[in-house]
């Protein structure tokens, strides 16, 4: 069964989608990343500029296969085909398809009202599913960092 954990109160989600990211990186796991097309394009252009001591080694879902095969991040709106990328990171509204294919799913969920309501959407379906669901509160996080 997947393993599904909610990172909410990201006060900038894409911000922090880069940080996560840069850690599953370092990690030396593979994610497939899903969102709503925008969103998507945001995110690639944060992640060639978010820091200049790091990079994060990444692609979208239209590049060839051999670079698709070797890339450690894949930002993709239909993630089901990178399931060899043990981790699904959803930055959008809706439910992942497919996300059961994976061994893990984090969720991201900022601050904005819209944002929130489609997370507890997507946390009461998971719960009605049977699954055990771990939280991560970044505002606690952050407010014990300060």
Known sequence: MTDIAFHFNAPDKLAYGCRLLRKIYLSGAKAA????????????????????????????ADGSSVTL??????????????????ILVNMGHDLPAGFEEFERLIEVVSLSPEDAQAGRSRWKHYAAQGYALKRHDLAHRAAGAA
Do not use: G, I, N
């Open 33 to 60: 990343v899903t969102a709503e097309p925008a969103v998507l394009a945001e995110l690639d252009a944060l992640l060639w500029t978010f820091s200049s001591a790091d990079f994060v080694p990444h692609c979208t």
């Open 69 to 86: 095969a070797s890339t450690p991040v894949v930002l993709a709106a239909s993630p089901s085909r990178y399931r060899q990328h043990a």
